[in-house]
């Protein structure tokens, strides 16, 4: 049955408890507004590893616009329903004094991969990912935990700095889990009306055709984005426009 934790300590006792009896712990952070991406995450953690922690904790240090933070969509019913149906352990709720208790005078910067593609157009928005993703990795100390191939750059980065600082924890990427047509699954998907969602796909269409980058970003144009990015890295191809309002990501193996 899940059990919500909202004080640490109590899943410091917890943890305890479950290291004495050899248990595996497999984590999935997330900011809630839970979706088949999120899930697909989830039940591969609970495939592998006898305990399964989520946490939902909308993070303000990785939002470099504030009306951006306040748009985000929380859905708290629909996660703890899909929560269950999952068959989740524990669910970690804290909020900003329990994850900051410094007030984010400490953190965790990387300056190379960091400050390009999306932490190019986003100025620290790295900066607060890193530095959240470390917290809870130190709080929940999991065997294993995941992250969406949909957030590539920010799996890197993560990956990265487990490796700097010699973290005892196995970062699983995940691949990216697609709406029917191509439409990479995101929180933010929410925020898009029904005549963005039906131009979405082409994001995805675009982004993984044979078209060069200029064409792509001509096509994209033509059909309504505005364009934030589109680079080739290391064999793959990230993106980053605007829908209306909304801001996508993507990226594909090329
Ligand atoms: O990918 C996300 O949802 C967030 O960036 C994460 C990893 C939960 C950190 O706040």
Redesign the pocket.
């Known amino acids: 049955m899940l059990k919500v934790i909202y004080d640490l300590n109590e899943w410091v006792e917890i943890r305890k408890e479950a290291i004495r009896e050899n248990k595996l712990i497999g984590f999935v952070?997330?900011?809630g507004a839970l979706h088949l991406g999120h899930r697909a995450l989830i039940e591969r953690s609970r495939r592998e590893n006898d305990i399964v922690v989520v946490?939902i904790?909308v993070?303000p240090t990785?939002f470099n616009d504030a009306n951006d933070l306040k748009k985000y969509p929380k859905t708290y019913d629909d996660d703890l329903e899909m929560l269950q149906e999952c068959n989740v352990d524990y669910l970690i709720f804290p909020n900003y004094e329990n994850m900051y208790p410094d007030n984010y005078h400490y953190k965790i910067i990387e300056d190379d991969f960091s400050t390009k593609l999306c932490g190019a157009s986003r100025p620290g928005h790295f900066d607060?990912?890193l530095t959240?993703?470390m917290k809870?990795l130190n709080i929940i100390k999991p065997t294993c935990a995941y992250?969406?191939e949909k957030?590539y750059q920010?799996y890197k980065l993560?990956a990265g700095m487990v490796k700097a600082f010699f973290m005892d924890v196995e970062i699983v990427p995940c691949k990216t889990v697609r709406a029917e047509g191509g439409l990479a699954l995101s929180?933010r998907n929410k925020l898009l009306t029904k005549d963005e969602l039906k131009i979405a796909p082409l994001f995805n269409k675009f982004l993984s055709s044979n078209l060069s980058i200029p064409e792509i970003k001509m096509e994209l144009e033509k059909n309504g984005f505005k364009i934030d990015y589109i680079e080739e890295i290391n064999n793959r191809r990230f993106g980053a426009v605007f829908l209306g309002k909304v801001r996508l990501i993507d990226n594909v193996e090329i």
Do not use: A, E, Y
């Open positions: 952070p997330t900011m946490s904790f993070n990785q607060g990912v959240v993703v809870l992250f969406g957030d920010q993560i929180s």
